[in-house]
């Protein structure tokens, strides 16, 4: 066991100094050693089970046995086209499924937390499955443990374990501790930390001793796999359609062989009909189809800098009308300089600081001392509120290396979001002095002193007063404002929760953050899409105005609300006024909690940005939960539905666009499917109604069911983005996939279809009197070839084929193409003739069909251009 052994122990046990890590070349070979530090999952299907579980469907059933029937009554032909249906179609389905899988697989190994590792004294960020024994990790609030660790530092370290102890307040860790050998539950192991528990506040380092399966999660194997419903509720909609059309073709099929037996035709015939007339009107390829459009444009999305973690996101980005947004990093560009100080009470240019001054140098020393960051030769880390503090000291030579050498840091309470302040205590000569910083309200709160020309006097409301009108004229010209205050300690061992009291205030420093430069657009885009822009910053009210202001967010001070008057409404009251803001400032984690549902109390559909750990609620309490993938923690990536890989706020609306248009792509496979579906059905319930001979086999109809449709229906499914999608209003998520007059216009075209078909039939027939074969033959090319050319039609509902561009969508194009030409093979090559039962055409007969098969496709044309001239 590694929990009753003193830290240094453990390293010599593992062979690692600390303060270097690994050298990369003995990670490799641990690596290579002890394997990748993963967990084992599910074993993924191999090609042949996906092949399996296309067959393993009722439709298929239906037609094996069909085939079945057939070869009894010898029609081997009518075998051989169901079995090669069977196969085709099941081929597609396993290249579409495996295509999908394929990218969602690639897409959760985006998501998945990288770890934070010392190898040859530098620290870098690694993913975590390459994680191995020894090496060092460090640890820092919002981040979820990679392995199990012993840890050789901590400073207040909280590790949420609730995993395995079920304890939700946080445990409290102690590096320095070393337990008796024994039988120690988890939850007292208070030297170590485990794989997938997440760490809640402090910072610490530990040194790597298990990975993998041998973790303790590891050895929890019933909590692995959990296997998450990822279906949208597109998916399940089109699920429970299946059903209602399953129904209803069953019923059409009794219908027609009811009626047919009544009119006296050929029994089997009529069976093998009806048949495929159920397979016709359940849209079967459709699953396969929307499951491939969702992961291609997740694929898609991810190019434009946003993965999305669960599918539903994609649809629900398309109704998205509300967008919060943080402020700092998604609006401006997180790279901070300092521009002014506040010292004495004058506010002064940061190039204008006299550091002889004691007041100024203390100023500059807190602020550099009180601080996370390293800013070294040009190499920063940390974050930017913290390297800017640490650039400003450079200008005056005072660098962070020298001081902490000098002054050492004995105890911290580090940043968070709610308290807004930092604090450290450091060593000085005889005594030891706490700096806090952070939000200016904050600390004025927790200072009573104030250090003016070199005294310590009472500070005052006057006093006070005077330094918040400084305060808000920085904010006012967009600077984030950051306060300092400090006390001389006696003895170290003060307790932390009296650090933050009894302050001298010492001075400010105004930072300036521009704002990226592509948000204005997208801000003003937004807007026209009928999508409301919101702010949500931890920032000054005033700082927050001055930037949103600038960016088009809002136009009045009034718009904005700060976190402690939100904190003064009920949330009945805060429901009836939200629509009234468009900033909140100086929010905490539970403000957003409570913006979020007074936005969606209103029928709004709510993104909500977040980063730090406790953003974890406003994000899941959101529709669509977006994480920074800079900036944000393992907690706010793990509660996200979507991440946003350079933290910019375009690309959320980028995302919200691709949404929108993967919805309509998807909603137009369906559509033309239907449409087919329904043509098939029309031509074959008409004519046997009229008791005319059948004018399709039904091979015809599973061929073009089945085959022919397929390829245009994904083609529409990746069609191009229309540049007018952002022109409209945010869909509603209720709408059916029928409204805007949809369900009218599948039955119109459906019928047109059909109609032509028969057309086609009846025309063969008058034409070729002696010949059934004849005729059917035209009729099955004219079903083909009218839905091939419909499905150009169905790239856009108002604008015609012209505007939208011919060659825009080059699948498509080559769809129709290699449909044609299927078609023509079958035909003319006497072996699939035989076969299909079809007669060869003459060159005649081929530019009738093509003129019948225009007709869907030309009326659709001329219908949008009369609208649209209109
Ligand atoms: P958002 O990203 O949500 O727009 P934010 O990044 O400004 O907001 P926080 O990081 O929570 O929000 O910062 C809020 C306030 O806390 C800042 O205005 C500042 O006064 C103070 N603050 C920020 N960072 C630090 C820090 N490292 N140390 C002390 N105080 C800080």
């Known amino acids: 066991m590694w929990f009753d052994a003193p830290s240094q122990e453990v390293l010599q046990k593992l062979n690692v100094n600390p303060d270097v890590g690994l050298s990369e070349s003995e990670a490799k070979e641990r690596l290579e050693k002890y394997g990748e530090n993963k967990l084992a999952s599910q074993s993924k299907k191999s090609l042949w089970q996906l092949f399996l579980s296309q067959i393993n469907d009722v439709m298929i059933y239906i037609l094996l046995v069909a085939a079945i029937i057939s070869a009894f009554m010898h029609e081997y032909?009518?075998?051989?086209?169901?079995?090669?249906?069977?196969?085709?179609?099941?081929?597609?389905?396993?290249?579409?499924?495996?295509?999908?899988?394929?990218?969602?697989?690639?897409?959760?190994?985006?998501?998945?937390?990288?770890?934070?590792?010392?190898?040859?004294?530098?620290?870098?960020?690694?993913?975590?499955?390459?994680?191995?024994?020894?090496?060092?990790?460090?640890?820092?609030?919002?981040?979820?443990?990679?392995?199990?660790?012993?840890?050789?530092?901590?400073?207040?370290?909280?590790?949420?374990?609730?995993?395995?102890?079920?304890?939700?307040?946080?445990?409290?860790?102690?590096?320095?501790?070393?337990?008796?050998?024994?039988?120690?539950?988890?939850?007292?192991?208070?030297?170590?930390?485990?794989?997938?528990?997440?760490?809640?506040?402090?910072?610490?380092?530990?040194?790597?001793?298990?990975?993998?399966?041998?973790?303790?999660?590891?050895?929890?194997?019933?909590?692995?796999?959990?296997?998450?419903?990822?279906?949208?509720?597109?998916?399940?909609?089109?699920?429970?359609?299946?059903?209602?059309?399953?129904?209803?073709?069953?019923?059409?099929?009794?219908?027609?062989?009811?009626?047919?037996?009544?009119?006296?035709?050929?029994?089997?015939?009529?069976?093998?009909?009806?048949?495929?007339?159920?397979?016709?009107?359940?849209?079967?390829?459709?699953?396969?189809?929307?499951?491939?459009?969702?992961?291609?444009?997740?694929?898609?999305?991810?190019?434009?800098?946003?993965?999305?973690?669960?599918?539903?996101?994609?649809?629900?980005?398309?109704?998205?009308?509300?967008?919060?947004?943080?402020?700092?990093?998604?609006?401006?560009?997180?790279?901070?300089?300092?521009?002014?100080?506040?010292?004495?009470?004058?506010?002064?240019?940061?190039?204008?600081?006299?550091?002889?001054?004691?007041?100024?140098?203390?100023?500059?020393?807190?602020?550099?001392?009180?601080?996370?960051?390293?800013?070294?030769?040009?190499?920063?880390?940390?974050?930017?509120?913290?390297?800017?503090?640490?650039?400003?000291?450079?200008?005056?030579?005072?660098?962070?290396?020298?001081?902490?050498?000098?002054?050492?840091?004995?105890?911290?309470?580090?940043?968070?979001?709610?308290?807004?302040?930092?604090?450290?205590?450091?060593?000085?000569?005889?005594?030891?002095?706490?700096?806090?910083?952070?939000?200016?309200?904050?600390?004025?709160?927790?200072?009573?002193?104030?250090?003016?020309?070199?005294?310590?006097?009472?500070?005052?409301?006057?006093?006070?007063?005077?330094?918040?009108?400084?305060?808000?004229?920085?904010?006012?010209?967009?600077?984030?404002?950051?306060?300092?205050?400090?006390?001389?300690?006696?003895?170290?061992?003060?307790?932390?929760?009296?650090?933050?009291?009894?302050?001298?205030?010492?001075?400010?420093?105004?930072?300036?953050?521009?704002?990226?430069?592509?948000?204005?657009?997208?801000?003003a885009l937004c807007k026209q899409a009928g999508i409301t822009p919101i702010m949500i910053t931890g920032d000054h009210k005033n700082t927050a105005f001055a930037i949103a202001s600038e960016l088009g967010i809002a136009n009045s001070i009034n718009e904005c609300m700060t976190g402690a008057e939100i904190d003064s409404y009920s949330d009945e009251e805060f429901n009836k006024i939200v629509n009234n803001y468009k900033v909140f400032a100086r929010v905490s984690p539970e403000n957003k909690v409570k913006i979020v549902k007074a936005f969606k109390f209103h029928g709004n559909i709510v993104s909500m940005t977040g980063d730090g750990v406790n953003d974890a609620p406003s994000l899941k309490a959101a529709d669509i939960g977006v994480a920074m993938g800079i900036t944000g923690t393992d907690v706010a990536k793990g509660a996200a539905d979507m991440i946003l890989t350079d933290d910019n706020f375009t690309t959320i609306v980028k995302a919200v666009e691709e949404g929108r248009n993967i919805y309509a792509n998807i909603r137009k496979a369906i559509i033309f499917l239907l449409s087919c579906n329904l043509g098939e059905i029309v031509s074959l319930f008409v004519a046997i109604l009229l008791n005319f001979d059948p004018p399709l086999l039904p091979i015809h109809i599973l061929w073009v069911n089945l085959i022919t449709d397929s390829f245009p229906a994904l083609s529409l499914g990746i069609d191009p983005k229309d540049p007018s999608v952002m022109e409209h209003p945010p869909r509603n998520p209720k709408e059916s996939l029928f409204a805007e007059h949809m369900g009218l216009f599948l039955a119109l075209n459906g019928v047109l279809i059909g109609g032509v078909t028969l057309a086609a039939f009846l025309l063969g027939e008058r034409l070729y009197m002696s010949s059934l074969v004849h005729a059917q033959t035209l009729a099955f090319v004219v079903l083909s070839f009218s839905q091939l050319f419909f499905s150009l039609s169905m790239r856009s509902r108002e604008k015609s084929l012209l505007k939208v561009g011919l060659f825009t969508n080059k699948y498509l194009l080559l769809s129709i193409l290699l449909g044609m030409c299927i078609q023509f093979l079958i035909i003319i090559i006497p072996f699939f003739a035989d076969v299909f039962n079809v007669f060869i055409l003459s060159a005649r007969d081929w530019l009738l069909v093509i003129c019948i098969s225009l007709i869907p496709f030309l009326l659709n044309e001329i219908f949008k251009l009369i609208k649209y001239h209109r």
């Open 77 to 523: 032909s009518d075998t051989i086209v169901i079995l090669l249906v069977i196969l085709i179609n099941a081929l597609i389905g396993v290249f579409q499924e495996s295509k999908a899988e394929k990218s969602l697989e690639a897409l959760k190994k985006l998501s998945t937390p990288k770890a934070i590792v010392k190898r040859e004294g530098i620290i870098k960020e690694i993913p975590s499955e390459e994680v191995v024994v020894g090496d060092i990790i460090i640890l820092d609030a919002g981040r979820y443990l990679p392995a199990d660790l012993r840890l050789i530092e901590s400073a207040n370290l909280k590790i949420d374990e609730s995993a395995f102890t079920g304890e939700s307040v946080p445990a409290e860790k102690d590096s320095n501790v070393t337990l008796a050998n024994g039988n120690i539950p988890i939850g007292d192991m208070i030297n170590m930390a485990f794989m997938s528990t997440l760490v809640t506040y402090g910072r610490g380092t530990g040194v790597v001793v298990n990975t993998g399966m041998n973790t303790q999660i590891g050895k929890i194997a019933d909590m692995l796999n959990k296997e998450e419903d990822n279906t949208t509720p597109l998916q399940r909609r089109l699920a429970s359609l299946g059903k209602t059309l399953g129904f209803g073709a069953v019923g059409i099929c009794i219908l027609i062989f009811v009626i047919s037996m009544f009119q006296g035709r050929d029994w089997f015939e009529m069976l093998l009909t009806a048949i495929s007339l159920a397979v016709a009107a359940i849209p079967e390829g459709l699953p396969a189809i929307v499951a491939i459009v969702l992961a291609m444009g997740v694929q898609r999305m991810i190019k434009q800098n946003s993965i999305v973690k669960k599918l539903p996101a994609v649809e629900t980005l398309g109704s998205v009308n509300i967008i919060c947004s943080d402020k700092t990093g998604t609006l401006t560009l997180n790279v901070m300089t300092i521009k002014k100080c506040c010292i004495n009470n004058k506010l002064v240019s940061i190039n204008d600081c006299d550091l002889g001054d004691n007041d100024t140098k203390l100023l500059f020393e807190g602020m550099i001392l009180c601080n996370d960051a390293t800013s070294k030769d040009g190499s920063k880390t940390g974050d930017p509120t913290e390297i800017a503090l640490l650039d400003a000291g450079i200008k005056y030579d005072l660098y962070k290396e020298d001081l902490s050498t000098d002054h050492s840091r004995v105890d911290e309470i580090p940043f968070d979001s709610d308290r807004k302040l930092m604090t450290t205590v450091n060593k000085y000569d005889s005594h030891f002095k706490a700096f806090t910083k952070g939000a200016i309200d904050n600390l004025l709160k927790l200072s009573d002193k104030i250090l003016l020309d070199g005294e310590i006097i009472d500070f005052t409301q006057e006093k006070k007063d005077e330094i918040l009108k400084i305060s808000n004229l920085m904010s006012d010209e967009a600077l984030r404002v950051l306060g300092l205050s400090y006390k001389d300690i006696k003895d170290e061992s003060v307790s932390i929760d009296s650090l933050e009291k009894d302050l001298t205030f010492v001075g400010l420093m105004g930072m300036i953050d521009p704002p990226r430069e592509e948000v204005k657009p997208s801000i």
